[in-house]
């Protein structure tokens, strides 16, 4: 996965909530702290995928944790949604950890439809 990945999502979380920051703060906030998140989430896939593709023998047990680590990543941005809930917004932070997704679907259109940048 490319930098343009990263840059692509932070903008879209970026624009969004600035845009939602006119109506709702707590939305516009949980879709930053989710976003973090989320990029971290995409920043620990992305390694967990090189390190599956340069190994020569499959070593489970740290994909396995490697794994653990991104859910439990998710379940930690998603207990401070709940703790916070006067400051962050649940549904900010369900949109903020969708959009690397996004991103992702807005990167293949655009290698699939000849575009190389």
């Not at 439990?72 to 949604?81: D, K, Q, R, S, T």
């Not at 690397?100 to 699939?112: E, G, H």
Request: overall charge positive; hydrophobic content about 60%.
């Amino acid at each position: 996965m490319n930098k343009k990945i990263y840059e692509l999502t932070a903008i879209i979380a970026l624009v969004l909530s600035g845009i939602l920051a006119f109506f709702d703060f707590k939305i516009s906030l949980g879709i930053l702290t989710a976003s973090i998140f989320s990029m971290i989430n995409l920043y620990l896939l992305s390694y967990t995928m090189k390190q599956i593709l340069k190994a020569e023998k499959k070593n489970g047990g740290i994909m396995f944790l490697l794994s653990i680590c991104r859910f439990l990543l998710l379940a930690a941005v998603m207990y401070l949604a709940m703790r916070f809930r006067d400051t962050i917004s649940i549904i900010g932070v369900a949109i903020g950890l969708t959009l690397f997704m996004i991103a992702l679907v807005i990167d293949a259109v655009k290698k699939k439809g000849g575009v190389q940048e």
